[in-house]
């Protein structure tokens, strides 16, 4: 059974900075892409940042520039630097992971995964 769980987020005023984590809890072959998405009320859900196993990122245009994300492929994790946050941020950020996974002594995957979401709450 695999879970990704999330750290962070919380409250700030606009310009200020929040750090998001993500850990993959489970037996992990490998990290495909993790990365993520948020959702604001009312909106769909959208892509914030992916990075693959490798270290190469992928960024929204509006966060690019103002957020960073780096990935720990032993530690099975995934970080989200956000500075100079803007109250259209405000979002519940959720973690996704595509990981291959051992189930029964085989590796399995690519599987997404999911984390339960974080609220970031930007006052202006």
């Known amino acids: 059974q695999v879970q990704l769980v999330e750290s962070g987020g919380g409250l700030v005023h606009a310009g200020g900075s929040l750090r998001l984590s993500c850990t993959a809890a489970?037996?992990?072959?490998?990290?495909?892409?993790m990365g993520w998405y948020r959702q604001a009320p009312g909106k769909q859900r959208e892509l914030v940042a992916t990075?693959?196993?490798?270290?190469?990122?992928n960024y929204a245009g509006s966060v690019k520039g103002r957020f960073t994300i780096s990935v720990d492929s032993v530690q099975h994790s995934v970080s989200l630097q956000m500075s100079n946050l803007q109250p259209e941020d405000t979002a519940v950020y959720f973690c996704?992971?595509?990981?291959?996974?051992?189930?029964?002594?085989?590796?399995?995957?690519?599987?997404?995964?999911w984390g339960q979401g974080t609220q970031v709450t930007v006052s202006s």
């Open positions: 990075i693959t196993g490798g270290g190469n990122a």
């Open positions: 996704h992971g595509d990981l291959d996974v051992i189930i029964d002594y085989d590796v399995e995957g690519p599987l997404e995964y």
């Open positions: 489970g037996n992990i072959f490998n990290i495909n892409t």
